[in-house]
């Protein structure tokens, strides 16, 4: 089961990426901005993405959670498909938002179904496992977008994308069963915890909200994913234009340098937070400010590294260590509620985490790309992703601030 939500995580993340891996020949092609292919692949797309994902909750956490991924996936595949055959602007936009409709069904089942797998202790293993699926999708998008598009036509790598994710739909709902809700979370009586009761929508919707702990979360890996979406929807068209990569390179070292560094700092950090969390809840919090915090350096020098091998270097280090956050917030979440409303807490951790990092995050860096090159500033996109920088101070303090919460939720509990 593992296995194959992790291979249609990898095709969903190849889907969202394959816009800005392709940005340059859709310029060429379509004779669009950077401030147009920002507001595509950010606040178009995640408008869609983030506000379905909570009916699509709600709906998951009441019926059958495999059907709902296998639709979801069906869906987002065939809008794919769309994407390549788009004649212009407009067409395009809607094939995306299109594709952030069927993807709000993607990621929230997945996270419960594993959660109900796995039981505590195991589980941050089992989603980082699960969490490869951004960095091989990348690297996979990366490395066969960039060949597609230099042999081919950027058209044919949506094409035939979206007629794998098509064949993956029916492989979910032929090999997947609906594991029993809350199996795995006793009670101090040994019993189960939640049964097969159905949260209330509205309930569960404001208990997330009024939880400071879940908000802390969410919020944090917010201004994260602001940070690393901001920069992965114009990494490529960077590389490209300010550093001198050409297609061929970023097929093969781009590709490298996301598969490594994305794909180890999902692994690593899921076993640090298996082990330090028994010890204290408090380690949710702090890996992923303290990776935070060491990465910050090194992103700088990959914005300012003069050639693009000594970029890749820096970057990769980078990656590594921008990922604890995913992990560690979705982990955390899955234990602080209930079994029956982990599908819409998870829809709603996404909802916020997703609406400020890839719906505004990606747009903000286009928009001032935009904004810098009006000014006659040549290097644009270099001092639009600058910027970036205190973005990842506001994730480290937000982390911090959820540490604390964490620290004195005990006492709040003895008390």
Not at 223 to 238: K, R
Not at 346 to 356: Q, R, S, Y
Request: aromatic share 12%.
């Amino acid at each position: 089961m593992l296995v194959t939500l992790t291979f249609v995580y990898v095709l969903n993340f190849l889907d969202r990426q394959l816009l800005g891996i392709l940005a340059k020949p859709i310029q060429d092609t379509l004779h669009i901005t950077d401030g147009q292919l920002g507001l595509i692949g950010g606040l178009y797309f995640a408008f869609f993405y983030c506000f379905i994902a909570i009916p699509v909750g709600w709906f998951a956490d009441r019926t059958n959670r495999v059907t709902v991924l296998s639709l979801a996936c069906a869906i987002w595949s065939a809008a794919t498909i769309a994407c390549g055959m788009a004649a212009n602007y407009t067409q395009l936009v809607i094939a995306r938002m299109t594709v952030g409709f069927g993807e709000a069904g993607g990621v929230p089942p997945s996270y419960a179904l594993i959660t109900d797998t796995f039981p505590p202790g195991e589980r941050g293993t089992a989603l980082g496992i699960y969490n490869l699926g951004p960095p091989i999708g990348a690297a996979i998008g990366i490395a066969f977008g960039a060949t597609v598009a230099a042999v081919f036509d950027w058209r044919d790598a949506f094409v035939a994308i979206g007629i794998v994710g098509v064949v993956a739909a029916i492989l979910v709902k032929l090999t997947i069963s609906e594991p029993e809700r809350g199996a795995l979370d006793r009670d101090k009586a040994g019993e189960v915890s939640a049964k097969d009761s159905k949260a209330p929508f509205l309930t569960t919707i404001g208990m997330f909200f009024r939880d400071p702990v879940l908000m802390l979360a969410a919020l944090g890996s917010g201004a994260t994913q602001f940070v690393t979406y901001g920069l992965g929807n114009f990494a490529v068209l960077f590389l490209m234009r300010e550093k001198g990569m050409s297609l061929t390179d970023i097929a093969v070292w781009y590709a490298l340098v996301v598969g490594i560094g994305m794909s180890s700092g999902m692994l690593v950090s899921g076993r640090i937070i298996d082990r330090f969390t028994r010890r204290s809840r408090v380690a949710y919090a702090m890996a992923p400010a303290i990776s935070l915090a060491a990465a910050l350096p090194f992103y700088v020098l990959f914005v300012w590294a003069p050639t693009w091998p000594l970029a890749l270097i820096f970057l990769t280090v980078s990656m590594f260590l921008n990922y604890f956050y995913l992990s560690s917030s979705v982990a955390l979440v899955q234990e602080q509620v209930r079994p029956n409303q982990r599908v819409l807490s998870g829809a709603l951790l996404l909802l916020v985490m997703n609406f400020i990092g890839l719906g505004l995050g990606p747009t903000y860096v286009g928009a001032a790309s935009d904004y810098f090159a009006a000014q006659g500033h040549e290097n644009s996109l270099q001092i639009s992703l600058y910027t970036l920088t205190p973005f990842y101070l506001v994730a480290i303090l937000l982390f911090l601030l959820l540490a604390r919460r964490l620290k004195a939720e005990p006492q709040s509990a003895k008390a």
